[in-house]
Nanobody, 124 residues
Framework: QVQLVESGGGSVRTGGSLRLSCAVSGSVVNLKCMGWFRQAAGNEREAVALISPTDSNPYYADSVKGRFTISRDNAEKRLFLQMDSLQPEDTAMYFC?????????????????WGQGTQVTVSA
């Protein structure tokens, strides 16, 4: 059984930085794409950044390109999201997710495993 546990959320001012971490327990052999999603109050969950097992050509939502960086450490079974130049519109619950099938798809329904989420709040 795969379990994902996020950490690193918090409250920052506009322009600040946070680094989210996702620890993976259980077998990672069958984990393909991993990624970060976020859900703001009243909004649908959306893909923020996705990364394949080979780290080639990560996907970033247009709203975070140039500010967020996703990375994964397969040996340590961790996924990271470095968030810089944070803006109030980045305020949301952030979720780590993993998919057992090949392909970094954007719909949340394509992901098999989810963490419990970590809150990120950015104030003006």
């Amino acid at each position: 059984q795969v379990q994902l546990v996020e950490s690193g959320g918090g409250s920052v001012r506009t322009g600040g930085s946070l680094r989210l971490s996702c620890a993976v327990s259980g077998s990672v052999v069958n984990l393909k794409c991993m990624g970060w999603f976020r859900q703001a109050a009243g909004n649908e969950r959306e893909a923020v950044a996705l990364i394949s097992p080979t780290d080639s050509n990560p996907y970033y939502a247009d709203s975070v390109k140039g500010r967020f960086t996703i990375s994964r450490d397969n040996a340590e079974k961790r996924l990271f999201l470095q968030m810089d130049s944070l803006q109030p519109e980045d305020t949301a619950m952030y979720f780590c997710a993993a998919r057992a099938l090949v392909g970094c798809l954007r719909p949340p329904g394509a992901y098999d495993y989810w963490g419990q989420g970590t809150q990120v709040t950015v104030s003006a």
